[in-house]
C-alpha cells in the first residue's frame, strides 16, 4: 500500500512545510506570543500594520521579538474599511521595509466584521498591478472567489466564521466547493475556535488555515498552539488518507463466513 505523501504549501513561488500561519495580536505579552508561534510550528506570522510599530529597533514593539530569518512576515490590513486604506497600509508595510506580501482585508461591517467584497476585489486588483503578492480575505461566496483569482490573488481566504467568533466552521460545503473551483491556494481564515475547529477545516482538503484568537485567548496560549499545529497536521493527513463513505445503514466490520453457528455480524 502507498504511504500518503504530502508536497509543501506553495503561496507565490515560496514553500511552506506548515500549513498553520498565525496571527501576533491580543497576546497577554511578547514573551506569550514568541513562545505560543514556537509551538505552532508555523512558518508565518501576520501583523496589522495599522496597529504595530513598524520600528523593529523598539523592543515594545512586536516585530522586535520575530526573527525574519525563521519568520516570514505577512503585513495586513485588518481595520481598514476601505480601498484606499487598506492600499494605504499595503504600500506603507513595503516602504517600511516588510516585503511585498500582503493579507488583503476590507471590512465591511462593524457588527460583524464581515468583509466588503467589492471594496476587496477592487484593492486586490490595485495591489497586484504594484506587484504586490495578495493573500485577500474574503466570505465562503465561490463567485467572490474567483473573482478574487481572476484579479491575480496569490491565495484566496475564505472565513470558517466570523471573525474572532470561534464558532468553527460553519459552512464547509462552500468551503470544499472554493477549493474545487480554483487554482491558488485556499487559506480559511477566522472562526477556528479549538483544535477540532481546525482539524474538521483542514479535513475539508483546503491548503492551511489562519488563526489568531483561538490561540491568543486560551487560558494556556503556548498549549494551544500546540494543540492546533497537532490538528492542522491531523486533518490534512486524514484528508490525503481519503475517509471511509457514510453510510446510513450498519455494515459489520468482521466477516459474516466461517461463523461456528453459520451466521450473525459482529462490530470488532
Known amino acids: ?6 508536497d509543501p504549501l506553495v503561496i507565490a513561488g515560496r514553500a511552506f512545510r506548515s500549513r498553520l500561519i498565525v496571527g ?5 505579552d511578547n514573551e506569550t506570543m514568541v513562545r505560543a508561534i514556537e509551538a505552532s510550528g508555523a512558518e508565518m506570522v501576520t501583523v496589522a500594520v ?14 522586535y521579538h520575530l526573527d525574519p530569518e525563521r519568520i516570514f512576515i505577512l503585513p495586513n490590513t485588518a481595520g481598514c474599511y476601505t480601498v484606499e486604506e487598506a492600499v494605504r497600509y499595503a504600500r506603507l508595510a513595503r516602504a517600511a521595509g516588510l ?3 500582503v493579507k488583503l482585508e476590507v471590512i465591511g461591517d462593524q457588527r460583524t466584521l464581515l468583509p466588503d467584497v467589492t471594496a476587496t476585489i477592487e484593492a486586490a486588483r490595485i495591489l497586484v498591478a504594484e506587484g504586490f503578492k495578495v493573500l485577500a480575505y474574503t466570505n465562503e461566496d465561490v463567485v ?3 473573482r478574487l483569482e481572476d484579479a491575480g490573488c496569490a491565495a484566496v481566504m475564505p472565513l470558517a466564521s466570523p471573525i474572532g467568533s470561534g464558532l468553527g466552521l460553519v459552512n464547509p460545503y462552500y468551503i470544499r466547493e472554493i477549493k474545487r473551483r480554483l487554482s491558488v491556494p485556499v487559506i480559511v481564515d477566522a472562526g477556528v475556535g479549538t483544535a477540532s475547529d481546525a482539524c474538521i477545516t483542514m479535513e475539508q482538503g483546503v491548503d492551511g488555515v489562519l488563526m489568531n484568537t483561538a490561540i491568543a485567548e486560551a487560558r494556556d496560549s503556548v498549549a494551544m498552539a500546540r494543540a492546533m499545529r497537532l490538528a492542522v497536521e491531523a486533518g490534512r493527513l486524514a484528508y490525503l488518507a481519503g475517509r471511509m463513505p457514510r453510510r446510513e445503514v450498519a455494515v459489520p466490520s468482521s466477516p459474516l463466513t466461517g461463523m461456528l453457528d453459520g451466521g450473525g455480524a459482529s462490530s470488532t
Open 50 to 63: 495599522r496597529r504595530v510599530d513598524l520600528d523593529r529597533t523598539k523592543e515594545e514593539g512586536i516585530l
Open 1 to 6: 500500500m502507498p504511504a500518503v505523501r504530502d
Open 144 to 146: 467572490t472567489a474567483l
Open 24 to 28: 501576533t495580536g491580543k497576546y497577554r
Open 99 to 101: 516585503n511585498d506580501w
